[in-house]
């Protein structure tokens, strides 16, 4: 066995390849769910159509540690801060899916208290229509959303994400640079100014023996 | 035989109740805001059949019913009686709109409470003698009261922060004659923490 091991097991494969292999098998919800689109996420997720077949193994809880913000229901304007917030909390990279009617667009409450559209509040991916939307069309949306993570690319986000620092070092570099050569030219003119003055030194000395 | 119709009699002659000729079932009586509370009085301990139950409380607005004469709001509070299954009356007091105050029940009922919370934050009528009358179903940033006709239906308000309900929490418990030995970091009453992350506009 050790002998198997010691061998050398390399793969190759592009570095977005793997990442976005990675990151499609293992969707991990967490449900914001707040009205009958739940309880349709929760037949998704146990025995009959089963989502843990496509990697959504489990249902986290707790934002931090999920990857797929699910809002399921309808959102009021005293809820929304509450969401904002769950959003904010969640590690990156995180995807939202709004589910149903309420969710999109508010559905059919045209009124005072219900937010028209989680997308006023934060971006959405995936959207799923239906009142509630059926466990297929919850199925199709992850299709969906699996697909869209397979398009990415996590070296040019990092590019992104890193272009401002890179920035900020290049601008510092330069700075330093420029500093280091005005040192450089006050020594150097420091220096011929010490030469001169020894030349002028030696050149009298020389006089006064001449003399 | 003690029928509800006797308590009508009664109603109208301590409490100065009168009948309300538009309700459908003849269960409903209107009495002015002083009498309420007695009235209700009478109705939960020595009326002769008890009404235990208050099953809700709902605020009207007049404002575009046809035909209507009288103050622009009432609300109506709905017993039942468990004794006597099937008992029910209702009382109803017209509220005027110079002087939006109704007299408290939630010393009698306790269930009263939030409703009159409720109504107090749809319709903006004060309880008097209330202990908490805070908004219940809107946020504390909203402006108006929603099911005023007047309130344009689809005029939406944003909430700009959630609440932030452990000061009122500790002040209720402390009040109740808890104290408050040590909190977590990541409840921290300061309110910078509390307010990043929501909605800024």
Request: hydrophobic letters at 40%; glycine letters at 6%.
């Amino acid at each position: 066995m050790t002998a198997e091991a010691d061998k050398p097991n390399i793969i190759t494969a592009s570095l977005d390849f793997l990442v976005n292999w990675g990151r499609t098998n293992s969707l991990w919800p967490f449900p914001y769910g707040t009205a009958c689109c739940a309880i349709e996420f929760m037949s998704t997720e146990v025995g009959r159509y089963d989502l843990s077949r496509i990697g959504s193994e489990y249902v986290r809880f707790t934002p931090r540690q999920s990857d797929v913000l699910l809002v399921a229901g309808t959102i009021t304007y005293k809820q929304a801060p509450i969401l904002k917030r769950i959003y904010e909390q969640m590690a990156e990279p995180r995807w939202v899916i709004a589910m149903g009617a309420c969710a999109c667009s508010g559905g059919f409450y045209d009124c005072y208290c219900t937010v028209p559209g989680i997308d006023h509040i934060i971006p959405v991916d995936v959207y799923i229509g239906g009142c509630p939307s059926r466990p297929e069309a919850f199925f199709d949306a992850m299709f969906d959303l699996q697909k869209k993570i397979k398009d990415e690319s996590y070296m040019k986000q990092r590019a992104e994400r890193v272009k401002d620092q890179l920035e900020m070092i290049k601008a510092k570099t330069a700075e330093a640079k420029a500093a280091a050569k005005d040192f450089a030219r006050e020594k150097v003119v420091d220096i011929k100014d010490f030469m001169t003055s020894k030349e002028q030194e030696l050149v009298k000395k020389a006089q006064f023996w001449k003399e | 035989m003690n029928t509800v119709e006797d308590i009508f009699s009664v109603l109208e002659e301590k409490f100065g109740a009168k009948r309300d000729t538009q309700d459908k079932w003849g269960v409903a009586a209107i009495v002015s805001a002083a009498y309420l509370h007695n009235a209700a009085l009478f109705l939960k301990e020595s009326a002769a059949i008890k009404f235990e139950m208050l099953v809700d409380i709902a605020g009207i607005d007049y404002l575009t019913y046809p035909n209507h004469e009288g103050p622009r709001f009432a609300v109506s509070y709905a017993f039942k009686s468990m004794s006597v299954p099937g008992a029910r009356i209702r009382l109803k007091v017209l509220v005027g709109e110079a002087d939006l105050k109704v007299p408290t029940i939630s010393d009698l009922f306790a269930n009263a409470n939030w409703y009159e919370r409720e109504v107090f934050d749809q319709f903006g009528i004060v309880f008097t003698g209330h202990p908490d009358l805070r908004r219940l179903l809107n946020h504390v940033e909203f402006v108006g009261h929603p099911l005023r006709k007047d309130y344009p239906a689809q005029k939406r308000q944003w909430l700009s922060t959630n609440d932030y309900l452990l000061p009122a929490l500790e002040k209720r418990l402390e009040d109740l004659g808890y104290r408050v030995v040590q909190r977590s970091k990541e409840v921290g009453t300061n309110d910078n923490e509390y307010l990043e992350g929501s909605i800024k506009e």
